[in-house]
């Protein structure tokens, strides 16, 4: 047998000793031994689960809505913070004093002034002055590399419990460049298409890799419908905290107390002739509409992260373990392309292939590079995105990558031993991509893969042949 493998090569060592005839004149069958049989993940299956494991035992997020419309368009970000973190500790019964950092995935906010405001939140939520907090910015993958940041903390040592989160109230910081570009820029063209709107990359995607109008539009119909349906079968309850605020009447100033647990982008209605009617907004006889754009959106997510040991100490749930995380650079002028490229490097690190991944969150910042990422991956559409995505949700920008996460978390749950791995995944604006790998449950070899036999040998596997 040809070793493959360090382990392998151990194994076939071992094996030849056994191997050894008792009688030089035997003619009875002798043990072999071939690369494992048990089926998908078969060597990663032998992987033990450990006490280091870094582990998700919380992640939840508020309702997503429209901003400048939508019913957290008069909430801060402090308040959407605040309500997220407290939420955690109390789904978890774990006590602020324990937690060894916090970390906040934002993009628009003022950075310094959104640190001061991450830090106010810590406070209204009951965290004590000993937990430190600092933010993150990868743009679009903020939250996601927040989950990141802490899971490589908790790895490293630096403490026992951590929690992630993201933030964005588009109503209250638009996309906008503060103050002027350097004026080098036209020497270094990539470095220029850094500053291309996003629906100009989209665009640019469409083009590039012939995916039509329609295809977009019957991509955003179908995020739509099943964002819908997940809606009214009530699979976003267990993810969603409510928010308690207000409305303000823009005419007359009046507030209105309100609580705020429903996602209020889906348009369950929506279809491709009604898409079909909406202009393009970034390039004459283009394809990238707003209806086939993620939506500008406010919203909030946490997930409290510990380790195996610190979670079976407690008595916790374990949701996920954090498995890897990839980010990677690619072409600023088709930034969408971005998971295309992160997803494979992050399930490679974690020692799958992309056959081995059950559910896929991949961020639907457009239709053009959402499908092309499907696409050029060869991903069974079906794994993706299962309860709608950005298009129907919204892209809160530094609370998608938390958001993602709470999703996959809650769809895995409830799919139970059918869905062992999944990956959360998004482009991110100047050309860049991320994705993070997560697993629930059977991360012990559950011995599912031997089979009764007969004869002398019955207690052998059926990893080995005669």
């Not at 939508?70 to 978890?92: I, N, P």
């Not at 079909?276 to 997510?301: E, V």
């Not at 295309?340 to 059950?358: E, H, K, S, Y």
């Not at 990956?423 to 031997?450: H, K, Q, R, W, Y």
Request: net charge neutral; proline share 4%; aromatic share 4%.
């Amino acid at each position: 047998m040809e070793a493959t493998n360090p382990a392998m090569s151990r194994l076939s060592v071992l094996a030849k000793h056994m191997m050894q005839p008792v009688d030089e004149a035997s003619t009875a069958p002798q043990l072999s031994m071939q690369s494992c049989s048990a089926g998908d993940s078969a060597e990663y299956q032998r992987r033990l689960a450990t006490d280091d494991d870094v582990v998700i035992v919380a992640s939840l997020r508020t309702a997503l809505t429209k901003a400048k419309r939508g019913g957290l368009k008069d909430t801060g970000a402090v308040d959407l913070m605040a309500t997220v973190f407290k939420a955690v500790l109390e789904r978890t019964g774990v006590e602020a004093s324990a937690i060894g950092d916090i970390v906040v995935g934002s993009v628009l906010g003022p950075s310094s002034q959104r640190a001061i405001e991450a830090r106010i939140a810590s406070f209204f939520a009951g965290i004590p002055e000993e937990v430190p907090v600092r933010t993150v910015n990868r743009q679009c993958s903020s939250g996601l590399q927040a989950v990141a940041d802490v899971a490589a903390a908790i790895r490293a040592g630096f403490y026992t419990v951590g929690l992630a989160a993201g933030v964005e109230s588009m109503s209250s910081n638009p996309m906008a460049w503060d103050g002027s570009a350097n004026e080098r820029l036209a020497q270094f063209p990539k470095a220029q298409d850094c500053l291309l709107p996003m629906g100009v990359t989209s665009e640019n995607v469409a083009a590039k890799f012939g995916v039509s109008r329609k295809t977009q539009d019957e991509f955003a119909v179908r995020s739509h419908r099943k964002a819908a349906a997940a809606q009214a079968a009530g699979k976003f309850k267990n993810e969603i905290v409510p928010v308690i605020t207000k409305l303000i009447d823009p005419k007359t100033g009046a507030e209105t107390a309100v609580v705020i647990d429903q996602d209020d982008g889906i348009r369950g209605d929506a279809t491709v002739e009604s898409l079909g009617t909406l202009k393009t907004i970034f390039k004459k006889d283009g394809s990238t509409t707003a209806g086939n754009s993620s939506q500008l959106t406010d919203g909030a997510g946490a997930a409290l992260l510990m380790t195996r040991r610190e979670a079976l100490r407690r008595g916790l749930p374990i949701l996920a373990i954090f498995r890897s995380f990839a980010a990677v650079g690619v072409d600023p002028a088709i930034m969408g392309v971005g998971p295309a490229a992160a997803i494979p490097a992050a399930v490679a690190q974690a020692g799958l292939t992309l056959d081995d991944i059950d559910v896929f969150e991949l961020n639907e910042a457009f239709a053009s590079q959402a499908f092309y990422s499907i696409t050029k991956l060869g991903i069974d559409e079906s794994k993706v995105n299962p309860n709608g995505g950005a298009i129907a949700l919204g892209h809160p920008l530094g609370a998608t990558g938390v958001r993602c996460v709470a999703t996959l978390l809650h769809e895995m749950m409830r799919r139970g031993k059918s869905a062992r791995f999944g990956v959360v995944s998004m482009c991110i604006g100047s050309g860049m991509g991320a994705a993070a790998v997560f697993e629930t449950g059977g991360e012990v070899d559950a011995l599912n893969n031997v089979r009764a036999t007969t004869g002398p040998n019955g207690q052998l596997s059926r990893d080995a042949q005669l």
